[in-house]
């Protein structure tokens, strides 16, 4: 069983008297297992992507360990860096909407819907910012550490703790008005999946291995279901953290597992459709027929959302660093260590496209609006078409 990602993070804490501040954060960069990179294959020669804008805003998540990815929503790329700055772009353009300087490291960004952004900083603090000029609707103060990335729906704002609080906070007065108490292991990979709103409910995988689901409005329980079953002789081989978001699509729930598997159930009672062990703890992505889902290792699988089945499997990236799969027209794309993000053919996993576009490792990588968007450690922003 793989153990090289819990070791590094281990090592971040009994290192902390005995290394500099850059080279603790360093450890951080491992993504994947730290093996001998595959050479990676050449591409088909098409040249699909084009580059629509390139934008910097410095203070990249390579400044400490942070959640930082950009957000499409209405039209507007929203993005913060590290040091305390939002940004609202234009996402066809590039301009820039407006510019919050907020002063406080950011540690987790950003939620948005039709009137707010929220963002999350390292003093446990939740800042929602009004979409249409960038001011602070308000600041509310957990005081804790956040671990995921703030949600925004049906009049709350989601927040997750690390030490296993969701908190349901009134999204128009920054009120808390609801907390959630789950039990946490004593070792867990860093960060926890963003919760899920659909419908009146709210979906999050928990550290422990397991799914729940929840009223958004007050926080009562709906359901609570084992997604990875606890095995191994210590505590590193039973590590089970849910790190990736569930996604929904009609009435069945896609979640996973790292060193567990990827499961589908039913949203109404979390009955199992089909479960197939692989082990990833990054964001998944969908499409009509397939799940797409990065393994530990680095591999690039795609299943039939049916079954669980395996459609293909492409292990050209092994230790290359590879950043959740996204789904854009007939293309997969993914991101790596070096700023480059690779597409792959949806039917067959074959590489058709390499293209360097951000300089360092690519942290965040979303779509919307018929584009893709990528976000580096050095915080450059690059947005794509096909």
Known sequence: MNKYLILAIVALALVSGCKSKQEKESLWGVYQEPIKPNALPKDSGVHELQTLWKKNIGGGAAIGFALLKPIYYNGNIYVANRTGKVFSFDSETGAVQWTQDLETPIFSAIGANDNFAAVTHDNGDVTALNTNDGSVAWNTSIKRQISAVPVIGKQRVLIRTADGLIIGIDMHTGDIVWRIKKATPGLSVHGDSMPVITGDAVLAGLSSGKLIANSVINGRD????????IRGQDELERLTDSDTAPIVQGTTVYTATYQGSVVALQLQNAAVNWRTKISTRLPMSISQKYLFVTGELGDVIALNINDGSMVWEQQAFRGHGISQPVVLN???????????????DIETGNLVESKKVVSGAVVGIITGDSQVAVFSSKGNISTLTL
């Open 222 to 229: 709906y359901w609570e279901t084992e997604i990875s079953f």
């Open 330 to 344: 007939n293309r997969v794309i993914v991101g790596d260590s070096s700023g480059r993000i690779h597409t792959l």
